[in-house]
C-alpha cells in the first residue's frame, strides 16, 4: 500500500511566522502535490512536483513556496503565515504512468493561523 | 463554469437504496476520470476511477461516463450508513498529472 504521511495532524502558528510542512511517500513516486481544502471551496491545487527539484506552480501559489531536494520529501513553505492560510492542508503523489494514475493522499495537516 | 461540477447535496438515501452521484466537466478533453470518499475530517480515499465510455463495476460500486454528454456518475448499490460521506469527482484532462476536483457531493445514508 502507497504510503503518504505528513509530519503534524493539527498545527497553530501566530501571523508572521515561518511555517513547514512536509510530505514525505514511499512508493518512489515521481510526482507530488500540494492541496488546501476549504469548505465551499473544495481541492484547490498549490505547488506540484514531478521531479526532483522541479516544480510547477497550481492554482493558488502566492503565499507559498516548495521544496524538493530527494524524491521522497516534498515540503510546502508558508514564508509569512497570514490567517486565510488557515485551512486542511493536504499532500498526495501519483506515479508517472499516462494518465490513469490516481492521486493518493496523506492524513492532512489542519492549519491555523492566528 | 467551474471546470468540474457536482451538486453539493446532502443527498439524502435510505439503507438499501441506490445511490447516484453526478458530476459534469467542462473540458472535451478529458480522459481520466477518478471517485473519491472522504470522511469527515479525514483524507480522501480512492474508490474507483474510469478512461472509457460505459460502465465500470467494482462491488457495490459502478462508475459511468458518457462522454459525449460529459457526465460521469457513480452508483452505490445497497447504500449503508457507512457509506455516509463526502464523494469528489477528479478529471484528469491530458497525458500531464494534474487533477482539478469538483466541490463533492455530501451523501447521507439513513438507517
Known amino acids: 500500500d502507497v504510503k503518504v504521511t505528513q509530519s503534524s495532524r493539527y498545527l497553530v502558528k501566530r501571523t508572521g511566522e515561518k511555517v513547514f510542512l512536509e510530505c514525505v511517500q514511499d512508493m518512489d513516486h515521481e510526482n507530488m502535490f500540494w492541496y488546501r481544502q476549504d469548505p465551499g471551496l473544495g481541492l484547490r491545487l498549490i505547488y506540484f512536483s514531478y521531479d526532483v527539484k522541479m516544480k510547477e506552480k497550481g492554482d493558488i501559489p502566492e503565499g507559498y513556496s516548495v521544496s524538493r531536494e530527494k524524491k521522497e520529501r516534498f515540503s510546502l513553505i508558508l514564508e509569512s503565515a497570514s490567517t486565510n492560510q488557515t485551512s486542511m492542508y493536504l499532500c498526495a503523489s501519483s506515479r508517472v504512468a499516462g494518465n490513469r494514475s490516481p492521486l493518493h493522499f496523506g492524513n492532512g495537516t489542519r492549519l491555523t493561523v492566528t | 463554469q467551474k471546470e468540474v461540477e457536482q451538486n453539493s447535496g446532502p443527498l439524502s438515501v435510505p439503507e438499501g437504496a441506490i445511490a447516484s452521484l453526478n458530476c459534469t466537466y467542462s473540458?472535451?478533453?478529458?480522459?481520466?476520470f477518478f471517485w473519491y470518499r472522504q470522511y469527515s475530517g479525514k483524507s480522501p480515499e480512492l474508490i474507483m476511477f474510469i478512461y472509457s465510455n460505459g460502465d465500470k463495476e467494482d462491488g457495490r460500486f459502478t462508475a459511468q461516463l458518457n462522454k459525449a454528454s460529459q457526465y460521469v456518475s457513480l452508483l452505490i448499490r445497497d447504500s449503508q450508513p457507512s457509506d455516509s460521506a463526502t464523494y469528489l469527482c477528479?478529471?484528469?484532462?491530458?497525458?500531464?498529472?494534474?487533477?482539478?476536483f469538483g466541490g463533492g457531493t455530501r451523501l447521507m445514508v439513513k438507517p
Open positions: 473540458d472535451r478533453g478529458s480522459q481520466s
Open positions: 477528479a478529471v484528469k484532462k491530458d497525458a500531464g498529472n494534474m487533477l482539478t
